[in-house]
C-alpha cells in the first residue's frame, strides 16, 4: 500500500493540470473509485473539470475533498528536475502538485480503498468532491458542485480538505477554520488643478489621508477563542497624472478585510462607510466578497482526526485559522463540520516542491484511521 500510494501520487503529477486544467487527473481517480462501487457525477462547467463521487446511501456522509489543478511552475531552468517528472531524491518526492496537493488525494484514494477492504459493510458514506479549479478563479469548481448538491437539498457530515496544512512535520496542524476576505475599492473624488493654484482645486489625496489613519488604526473585533483580530490593509493606491505640477481629481484605494467569525460582513461594511463619512469625503466604493469566514469547533471530527494523527505520528496537533482562503469556504455552506489537513506546506507554490516520501503513506494511514473513527461507531 505504501507503494501504491506514491505510485498514484507520482502519476497525478505527471499529469500538466495547470490550472484550471485537469489533464487527465480525474479519469485516473475515477477509474479507482468505479472498481470500489462509487458513484460518479461529473459536472463541467466553465472548461473546469469537477467531480462528485459517493458510496453509500446512509449517513452520516463523510467528504473528501480536493483540487488536481496547480499553479505555474515558473522558470523551468530554475528546477532541479522537470516539475512533471516526479523525481525521488533525498527521500523526498519532488514535481509541482507534490505538496499541493496531488500527495494528499493519493492518499484519499488508497485510505479508502483500504478501509473498504477490510470494512465493506460500513455505515455511512464516503464521498469526494474533486475540482480543477481551485487555485485560479474559483468559480466554476467547486463552488459549482456544492451549488448542485445544495439544489437537491442534500448536505454533508465531515468534510476533510486535503490542503498542506502542516508547517515543521506531518501532523503538526489541522486547521479547523478560515478568516473570510472582503475587498473594496474606494474612489474618493476631488478637483484637478494646476499645482500652483491649490485654492482653485481640491485635493483627494489630502482630504484622504485622516480618513485612512484613522481606519488604519480601528480595532475592528477582538477576535475570539479560534480567531485573531479582524484586519484592514491597503494593497495599491492610484493617484495622480504623472505629472509634478497637476493636483489630481481623484484617488483610487484597493483594501481587504480578513475578517473572523466575531465580525460580519454587514458590520465591517457599516463602519468604514461611517468613517468615510465622518470625514466628509465624496466618494464611490464597489465591494467584493471572496469568502466568507468559516469555523468548526471541536467535536466529532475534529476529535476523530486529532486522534489519527497522535496514533500515526505519535504528535499533539495544533488548531489553527491561519493562512488565506480555501475551497472549505464554499463547502461549509452545506457541511457543518469542516476541517483542513495535508502535508507539510513549506514548498508549495515554490520552484523544487517536494513532499517526504515517508510522509505520504502516514498521511494515506492517518485518513483511514479517520474514516474508522467516524463511520464504525
Not at 484605494?253 to 462607510?273: D, G, P, W, Y
Request: glycine fraction near 8%; charge should be negative.
Amino acid at each position: 500500500m505504501h507503494k501504491d500510494t506514491l505510485s498514484l501520487a507520482q502519476k497525478l503529477i505527471a499529469c500538466r493540470s495547470l490550472t484550471p486544467e485537469d489533464s487527465g487527473c480525474q479519469k485516473i481517480l475515477i477509474d479507482r473509485l468505479e472498481k470500489l462501487g462509487f458513484d460518479i457525477e461529473r459536472i463541467q462547467c466553465g472548461g473546469v473539470e469537477n467531480f462528485w463521487a459517493r458510496r453509500g446511501t446512509s449517513t452520516p456522509i463523510l467528504c473528501f475533498a480536493g483540487h488536481t489543478d496547480v499553479v505555474p511552475t515558473g522558470p523551468l531552468e530554475q528546477w532541479d528536475s522537470d516539475p512533471f517528472t516526479p523525481s525521488i531524491r533525498d527521500g523526498k518526492l519532488y514535481g509541482r502538485g507534490a505538496a499541493d496537493m496531488k500527495s494528499s488525494i493519493a492518499a484519499f484514494i488508497t485510505a479508502i480503498e483500504k478501509f473498504i477492504n477490510i470494512h465493506p459493510a460500513h455505515s455511512g458514506s464516503i464521498a469526494l468532491l474533486i475540482t480543477s479549479d481551485e487555485e485560479g478563479a474559483a468559480v466554476d469548481g467547486t463552488v459549482r458542485v456544492v451549488e448542485a448538491i445544495k439544489a437537491r437539498n442534500e448536505t454533508i457530515d465531515y468534510c476533510i480538505v486535503g490542503e498542506p496544512t502542516c508547517v515543521n512535520r506531518l501532523g503538526d496542524t489541522i486547521k479547523n477554520g478560515r478568516r473570510g476576505s472582503l475587498s473594496g475599492t474606494l474612489t474618493v473624488k476631488g478637483i484637478q488643478g494646476h499645482i500652483a493654484y491649490p485654492h482653485l482645486a481640491k485635493n483627494p489625496i489630502h482630504l484622504t489621508a485622516p480618513a485612512v489613519a484613522e481606519l488604519a488604526q480601528t480595532e475592528w473585533d477582538c477576535g475570539n477563542e479560534y480567531f485573531p483580530p479582524t484586519t484592514w490593509q491597503i494593497s495599491n493606491i492610484f493617484g495622480g497624472t504623472g505629472a509634478t505640477n497637476v493636483i489630481p481629481g481623484e484617488i483610487k484605494i484597493v483594501f481587504n478585510f480578513r475578517f473572523s467569525t466575531a465580525s460580519t460582513v454587514e458590520s465591517l461594511q457599516a463602519k468604514l462607510h461611517e468613517i468615510l463619512d465622518r470625514h466628509g469625503l465624496d466618494y464611490d466604493l464597489e465591494w467584493t466578497l471572496s469568502g466568507k469566514p468559516y469555523l468548526t469547533p471541536k467535536g466529532d471530527l475534529v476529535d476523530a482526526i486529532n486522534n489519527a494523527v497522535k496514533r500515526t505520528v505519535k504528535i499533539e496537533p495544533q488548531l489553527s485559522t491561519s493562512g488565506g482562503t480555501s475551497d472549505g469556504r464554499f463547502i461549509a455552506d452545506i457541511c457543518p463540520q469542516v476541517v483542513e489537513f495535508g502535508p507539510v506546506n513549506e514548498s508549495i507554490h515554490k520552484l523544487n516542491e517536494c513532499v517526504e516520501v515517508a510522509d505520504i503513506e502516514k498521511l494515506s494511514e492517518i485518513y483511514q484511521i479517520t474514516l474508522e473513527n467516524l463511520l464504525l461507531k
